[in-house]
Nanobody, 121 residues
């Protein structure tokens, strides 16, 4: 059984910062990618940032230069440092990971339950 648990969300003023964490646990053999998605009210879920096993990163255009994704492979944890936050960043942020577990030959996709980020004055 694999669990992805997000933390670090909350209420922040425009221009402020937050750091999200996503810890993966369970019978994990290896993690290929870790990513952050978000879903605003009435909107579709969208990719925010993704990081590969070698550290390669990709960002959505709307967050490039403001958000930084990183990972600690020893802790099976990913982070999302969010700076210069804007009201339009308000959303539920979900952690996603493609990982391999014991007893399985391939990589499967897993999701966390999400953490709310609200940017408002």
């Amino acid at each position: 059984q694999v669990q992805l648990v997000e933390s670090g969300g909350g209420l922040v003023q425009p221009g402020g910062s937050l750091r999200l964490s996503c810890a993966a646990s369970g019978s994990i053999v290896s993690i290929k990618t870790m990513a952050w998605y978000r879903q605003g009210s009435g909107k579709q879920r969208e990719l925010v940032a993704i990081i590969g096993s070698s550290g390669t990163t990709t960002y959505a255009g709307s967050v490039k230069g403001r958000f930084t994704i990183s990972r600690d492979n020893a802790k099976n944890t990913a982070y999302l440092q969010m700076n210069s936050l804007k009201p339009e960043d308000t959303a539920v942020y979900y952690c996603n990971s493609a990982l391999k577990t014991y007893g399985n030959s391939g990589y499967n996709n897993y999701w966390g339950r999400g953490t709310q980020v609200t940017v408002s004055s």
